[in-house]
């Protein structure tokens, strides 16, 4: 068991890799377009022969430990790639899509190495909850911003001609501040339940989350106020995601006071 | 209602100010300042974050005022995040008055599309919802209360404002995870109606009685550490306190969450494409 989920795991990074490659040194479109296509299901396929081994074989299913949370984004990613490729013209957000699958897959089994088993969010239904709605929703805004950064840098030549901005870069927005807010309500009775004892707290955790929540509230309503630059919600989408980056992996490790 | 909200041939400076007041130009201003003002916060944590952990041990209208309103960074924090609240509150307010005026008009229209009031209505419900969240958060801010007390075997706490008496049978320090320490025990509750009943406390669990949140925690003279590393003490370095907590806002903000899933669905399902 252990060996077929470290080979799967190890997988998963050579999958994304190949991902990556095929969208910068490929040079025929449908060539690359395939390529892509097939190593994503390839890769959906790993993740979930992973979620079954768990289920069937491990002892905190869906979640073995707390950096499993990158397994549920790493899905949620490659699934919303699969299902937006054909709206794209350009390949540079595959490509940047795929360079973020690499590295949440490779922090994935650093993680493992870090912490073999999870310790706290299985006691709780919610928080386990909280981990899974909140990495999908992080993967959502990433892909977001994905189509975001080629649409600044070389406006105009990101979506094909029957495509729609709203498809690619606005929807995933929309989906993602979805599933922040069920993250919002799974933390909610976590911190309910467990000793915090209210649904908020005035705490660094609690307090990026309003940021989160509420800069992407405006955010979808941005691009309907006339006279606003074009370039706004792109640029949006790209500050965003990197705010929570920043947050999640760097801020909540060194500044997180507990 | 109709007449306050329908003011868009009205070039007046009441029906200029509502328009600016009910307009997405605010909400999205507002918004992304709240979200700077949050995102100040998280600095200002580093420096005043004991502040912080009083303002969570208090009903924060009483921490608010309990020293001078300019006195230190985070109250002078608060104070603006008020502000910006506030503001928000009445923007969200006039653009439901907006909503509703047009979906009566729409329901009065004959030849209307009934997807479309669907999808207006969808957004009334998204924003009444808001409200309540908001209204919640404002009544948790300004009643119940907090209580964090000493206990000890043989102890009786409670009585006004807690409506029962806790006796505690048992309670104890234990070392949770990664050295963390946490408290257990045993009371007795008494409402006052001579039906005694034991509740067992455990770490980490919340358990709700006649309508108060009861919890148990580990007190200890301990340092913040940033960074995740905590200081261990031993079991002996902590003495067991239980915290009483009234939130009547907590209803509010169930309802309003509630009416808030009920409008993202509504909205889903008759929003039309491209938009939100």
């Known amino acids: 068991m252990e060996f077929i989920v470290t080979a799967a795991l190890w997988s998963r990074i050579a999958l994304s890799a190949a991902a990556f490659f095929s969208a910068v040194f490929i040079r025929g479109e449908s060539a690359a377009r395939s390529a892509i296509r097939a190593l994503l299901l390839f890769f959906v396929a790993v993740n979930a022969i992973i979620l079954a081994l768990y289920f069937a074989y491990g002892p905190n299913f869906p979640l073995n430990h707390k950096y499993d949370g990158f397994f549920f984004g790493t899905f949620t990613l490659s699934l919303i790639v699969l299902l937006y490729m054909k709206s794209l013209k350009s390949r540079a957000p595959l490509a940047i899509a795929a360079s973020i699958l690499l590295v949440f897959s490779a922090a994935g089994i650093y993680g493992a190495k870090v912490e073999a088993v999870m310790r706290l969010t299985n006691m709780i239904p919610a928080a386990l909850l909280f981990v899974i709605f909140r990495d999908v929703s992080l993967m959502f805004f990433a892909f977001s911003a994905a189509v975001s950064a080629v649409e600044l840098f070389r406006p105009g030549k990101t979506f094909t001609p029957t495509g729609r901005m709203s498809d690619a870069m606005y929807s995933p927005v929309l989906w993602g501040f979805i599933a922040f807010c069920f993250c919002q309500l799974f933390g909610s009775l976590w911190a309910l339940s467990s000793s915090y004892g209210d649904v908020w707290l005035w705490k660094q955790s609690f307090l990026f989350s309003a940021v989160v929540w509420i800069y992407y509230g405006g955010m979808l309503h941005a691009r309907y106020i006339p006279k606003w630059p074009e370039k706004l919600f792109p640029a949006l989408a790209v500050f965003g995601f990197f705010m929570q980056i920043f947050y999640l992996y760097y801020y909540s490790a060194y500044f997180e006071i507990r | ?276």
């Open chain 2, 1 to 276: 209602m109709m007449g306050i909200t329908n003011v868009s041939g009205n070039n007046g400076f009441i029906a200029k100010a509502w328009r600016a007041l009910a307009s997405m130009r605010l909400f999205c201003i507002l918004a992304f300042l709240i979200a700077f003002w949050f995102s100040a916060a998280l600095l200002l944590y580093l420096k005043y974050f004991a502040l912080f952990k009083e303002i969570d041990r208090n009903v924060l209208i009483d921490w608010l005022f309990s020293k001078s309103l300019f006195g230190d960074p985070v109250r002078i924090w608060l104070l603006g995040l008020i502000a910006l609240i506030a503001l928000l509150g009445l923007n969200l307010a006039a653009c439901m008055l907006d909503d509703f005026a047009m979906l009566l008009r729409l329901l009065k229209r004959k030849n209307g599309s009934s997807r479309f009031a669907l999808s207006k209505l969808s957004i009334l419900v998204v924003h009444l919802s808001y409200i309540i969240i908001l209204s919640g958060h404002l009544t948790t801010a300004v009643s119940g209360y907090r209580l964090t007390l000493d206990i000890a075997p043989g102890k009786t706490i409670g009585g006004a404002p807690v409506p029962f008496t806790m006796r505690c049978d048992k309670a104890e320090i234990i070392v949770g995870m990664r050295g963390r320490l946490m408290a257990t025990g045993v009371m007795t509750m008494n409402p006052g109606r001579d039906n005694e009943e034991k509740i067992v406390l455990k770490p980490g669990k919340s358990i709700w009685y006649n309508g108060v949140m009861i919890d148990m925690e580990a007190k200890t003279k301990r340092k913040a550490s940033p960074g995740g590393a905590i200081i261990k003490f031993a079991p002996a370095d902590a003495t067991p306190a239980v915290r009483l907590t009234k939130n009547y806002g907590l209803y509010l903000d169930a309802v309003g969450g509630i009416i808030f899933f009920i409008g993202i669905i509504m909205r889903m399902m008759f929003r039309k494409e491209q938009s939100i």
